[in-house]
């Protein structure tokens, strides 16, 4: 079994609290920073602080006396929460792991597959941009030993959160019942943009494999699942689950940025080579889209309700 201290900023989100839990099933010692407000998963331990305020954030995470091998921040989106994690954890965390986003790329200047290292980065008030700020931060520091790296996911998907990848049937609490009454999804341009989703539980094991590697020190990692499908595909594989049909309605690509300019993130292909996280040793994701659909498609009929919102992939 894996032997290590791990801290997860978070802890109780999508993302943050399927690591918390790999984590803690691979035998981890997991530490979480949460405000207190969500469960969390069973056998973690809390260290309950508001990151909004940076004296009571730096207090938990010093005051228990901990070095970690591993420290994610699965929740940074202002340039001040890296600036926090810089101020804290240099002299804390033998490894930095900062998860950032693929919006951070300019969708109009897309190449296929998107390279991470592709000049054409964003840095405005939109979620990506802001991401960009923070990834620029970590980057332009000196963190000594620290070693950091930073993931950037397409879509995530997986138990835990709302299914879909495309508007305007994104992340839509009622997607499932929907289907099942034999509605026609409203997608734009008919659902025919490519896209990479990744699967929780793979991101996990892919932020958890960097613990001991050297050869991610520094490193930047588009991450995406195995498998390129036309988002109407992701679509048609959960309706194929629920054994219904599909039908969709096209909502023209000009005429739905014009409505809703936020869109452009999400209308462009998604591709990203894996090469770089096999050469450098890393947990490469490998769960078959399907496979993953069918998983989280069973999670959302065992857990009618509300589930966890995201504001991001």
């Known amino acids: 079994m894996p032997e290590g201290r791990i801290l997860v900023i978070g802890g109780s989100g999508f993302v943050s609290g399927t690591l918390a839990r790999m984590a803690r099933d691979q035998g981890y010692e997991v530490w979480v920073v949460t405000r207190g407000q969500k469960s969390l998963p069973e056998g973690v331990v809390p260290l309950r602080a508001n990151r909004k305020d940076p004296a009571a954030f730096k207090a938990a995470v010093t005051g228990v006396d901990v070095h970690w091998d591993l420290v994610v921040d699965c929740i940074g989106y202002e340039v001040e929460d890296m600036r926090q994690d810089l101020n804290v954890f240099p002299l804390l965390a033998r490894h930095l792991v900062f998860i950032s986003t693929d919006f951070i790329f300019d969708p109009a200047r897309r190449r296929f597959p998107q390279p991470f290292d592709h000049p054409a980065t964003l840095t405005d008030d939109t979620y990506g941009g ?3 700020y923070c990834e620029l931060e970590l980057i332009q520091t000196d963190t ?3 070693r950091w790296t930073i993931f950037r996911p397409c879509h995530i998907y997986g138990p835990g959160a709302e299914l879909g990848c495309l508007p305007d049937a994104l992340r839509v609490p009622e997607l499932l019942r929907n289907l099942k009454a034999g509605e026609a999804l409203q997608l ?3 659902g025919h943009f ?7 539980p793979d991101l996990a094991a892919l932020i958890l494999s960097v613990q001991g590697n050297t050869m991610a020190d520094r490193k930047i990692y588009c991450s995406a ?9 992701y679509y048609r594989m959960i309706a194929d689950e629920l054994g219904v049909g599909l039908r969709v309605e096209e909502l023209p690509v000009t005429h739905s940025l014009n409505l809703h300019p936020e869109w452009k993130f999400f209308l462009c292909h998604r591709i990203y080579d894996l090469t770089p996280l096999r050469l450098d040793g890393l947990k490469v994701p490998n769960t078959p889209l399907r496979e993953g659909l069918r998983q989280h498609v069973k999670w959302l009929e065992m857990n009618e309700g509300p589930v966890k919102k995201l504001n991001e992939q």
């Open 188 to 190: 734009a341009g008919g």
């Open 144 to 146: 000594g030993d620290m």
């Open 194 to 200: 490519l896209q990479q989703p990744i699967f929780a």
């Open 130 to 132: 802001k991401k960009r």
């Open 225 to 233: 699942g195995p498998e390129i499908a036309e988002s109407v595909a």
